[in-house]
């Protein structure tokens, strides 16, 4: 697997996600962040993607599947003496591994019963500067420069996606660390 790096707030958009190790289709997808293999049902994407088994079996070969891997630390900081500390967001990696998959055909190779994922072929991935004294406050009008910081926890969500046109669902995803909070990340 060859990894692109990109530095300096680049980001990469990432599709809605199901709930923390919640499955987004009515059958099991089986799927492994750390060798990236695994099997998806049919059902997930007719599902995910609001197709027919005739749709699905004409897109299989336009069907791919992505790793994504984003990586938050949320900080305590202070940019105006004496004022009080508020939470900021950091993407500390944001990282997206593209899968090699073979579509499943059922006996008669009359529909797609799902598909095999094999494996990575290459990744791109994204940091951002971190949180430091003296740097810029990154939120409007809580003061110019950063005074302290200290950062709080770190979370990370990894999502298997799958994309088809214009169209991307989430079908598996987890996370470690503490909930992700609802404001915006600071790029």
């Known amino acids: 697997m060859r990894l692109l790096p990109l530095i300096a ?7 809605t996600a199901a709930p923390a190790g ?11 962040f750390k060798t990236n293999t695994g099997f998806v049902d049919a059902t997930n994407l007719l599902q995910g993607f609001d197709w ?3 749709r699905l079996a004409r897109e299989a070969a336009t069907i791919s599947f992505h790793h994504t891997m984003i ?6 900081l202070t940019c105006t003496a004496g004022a009080k500390p508020f939470t900021a967001t950091r993407v500390q990696q ?27 072929n290459m990744g791109i991935s994204a940091t951002t500067a971190g949180f430091e004294t003296g740097y810029p406050c990154p939120k409007p009008g ?4 950063i005074r302290s910081l200290r950062r709080i ?20 995803q987890t996370r470690t660390g503490p909930p992700a909070r609802p404001e915006s990340p600071v790029y």
């Open 22 to 32: 919640a499955n987004a289709g009515p059958a099991a997808v089986t799927f492994d």
């Open 142 to 145: 809580h003061g110019k420069t």
């Open 153 to 172: 926890a770190e979370t990370t969500t990894r999502t298997l996606l799958s994309e088809a046109g214009d169209k991307s669902t989430a079908l598996f």
């Open 94 to 120: 944001d990282m997206k591994i593209f899968l090699t998959d073979t579509p499943v055909y059922s006996p008669d190779r009359a529909k797609v019963t799902g598909f095999r994922i094999t494996g990575s």
């Open 9 to 15: 707030g680049a980001a990469l958009v990432i599709a």
């Open 71 to 76: 990586i938050e630390e949320i900080w305590s």
């Open 52 to 54: 027919n088994a005739g």
